[in-house]
């Protein structure tokens, strides 16, 4: 399918949106024209403030599902750290912190498939604390809950779930065989059944094509999310995707023009593997998409410390 990118430019700007053939149809644009018309977008649709996020990793390790790409399951040998629970006074003082900085949402990350039981009760213990003695915004990533795991999550004060849907699902099974994206929408239903908001995005650079990327927008629309973390893949010794090249910088920019064409109203977020991005190289990501980061340290990779992301952020004719 081929589609006028100006007169689709100007149907968003009017309020409308691309059918998911249009989305489909994206890859096959010339890039300037892709770029500069996400870049319109951008600046006529989205808040000037940017949207920052921090996480902590709850729970670390002895993951029992078998995704390729992922430093904790309990599936590859990588040297991984591993704690069952992170620290109470700890992650009390990582939430104080980010708020300190003015970061604007703290949220609690636990590898596995699920967090249940005992280790469930101790997080939300954790979250409404933050919520009452601290006071930034919280946000949780507990793998597949059921309705009432997220009902627990919803009690503590939480009011956004993140669950990524990772990639296409064309290409996701052969990346995953422990669970599926059917598996993770289940879990993203029961959250927008509480009303809560959801932030659902995955990685690029795990071997998927271009139109994969455009299939991977179109499903993301199936989940609804406020705000979409884009994560390069970073490459991990000991994951089966330990020797995959490097997406180029070309790649990445068309990706994150074809995710705010798909999603004209919704915070499209750095993630993991920003670090290997040039500063100019950001600037423009921002330019053409990019209005929110997750900020400080990531799980198993290392962002922008706060106050680099505050100068960028600046530059790039944002307030924080």
């Known amino acids: 399918?081929?589609?006028?990118?100006?007169?689709?430019?100007?149907?968003?700007?009017?309020?409308?949106?691309?059918?998911?053939?249009?989305?489909?149809?994206?890859?096959?644009?010339?890039?300037?024209?892709?770029?500069?018309?996400?870049?319109?977008?951008?600046?006529?649709?989205?808040?000037?403030?940017?949207?920052?996020?921090?996480?902590?990793?709850?729970?670390?390790?002895?993951?029992?599902?078998?995704?390729?790409?992922?430093?904790?399951?309990?599936?590859?040998?990588?040297?991984?750290?591993?704690?069952?629970?992170?620290?109470?006074?700890?992650?009390?003082?990582?939430a104080r912190l980010n708020h300190e900085a003015g970061v604007q949402r703290f949220s609690l990350v636990a590898s596995g498939r699920s967090v249940r039981g005992k280790a469930l009760e101790k997080i939300t213990g954790m979250l409404r604390e933050i919520r009452d003695k601290v006071g930034i915004t919280t946000c949780a990533s507990l793998g597949l809950l059921d309705a009432e795991e997220m009902r627990q999550l919803y009690d503590s004060g939480v009011r956004r779930y993140h669950c990524n849907l990772e990639t296409a699902p064309s290409h996701f099974a052969t990346l995953c065989t422990t669970h599926t994206v059917e598996d993770k929408l289940r879990t993203i239903g029961h959250a927008h059944a509480l009303g809560m908001e959801v932030c659902s995005g995955g990685i690029i650079g795990m071997g998927e094509s271009m139109r994969q990327r455009a299939e991977f927008a179109v499903t993301l629309r199936r989940a609804r999310p406020v705000s979409i973390p884009l994560n390069i893949l970073s490459p991990i010794p000991g994951t089966p995707l330990e020797k995959t090249a490097l997406i180029s910088d070309d790649e990445i920019l068309d990706t994150v023009a074809i995710m705010r064409l798909a999603h004209p109203h919704t915070v499209l977020r750095f993630a993991g593997g920003r670090a290997r991005l040039s500063r100019d190289m950001q600037l423009e990501c921002m330019r053409i998409g990019i209005t929110g980061a997750i900020v400080g340290d990531l799980l198993t990779t290392i962002a922008s410390s706060v106050a680099q992301d505050r100068d960028m952020v600046a530059r790039a004719g944002y307030t924080w």
Not at 4 to 28: F, K, N
Not at 39 to 59: E, G, H, Q, Y
Not at 64 to 89: F, I, L, R
């Open 1 to 94: 399918m081929t589609f006028d990118i100006h007169e689709a430019t100007e149907r968003i700007l009017a309020g409308g949106a691309l059918t998911d053939d249009e989305v489909m149809a994206l890859p096959e644009v010339p890039s300037a024209l892709l770029r500069d018309a996400a870049a319109k977008v951008t600046a006529a649709l989205m808040p000037r403030r940017f949207d920052s996020c921090s996480i902590i990793n709850a729970r670390s390790g002895k993951c029992s599902e078998n995704c390729k790409w992922c430093a904790q399951s309990a599936h590859y040998s990588t040297g991984c750290q591993e704690y069952p629970m992170v620290p109470h006074d700890e992650c009390m003082e990582a």
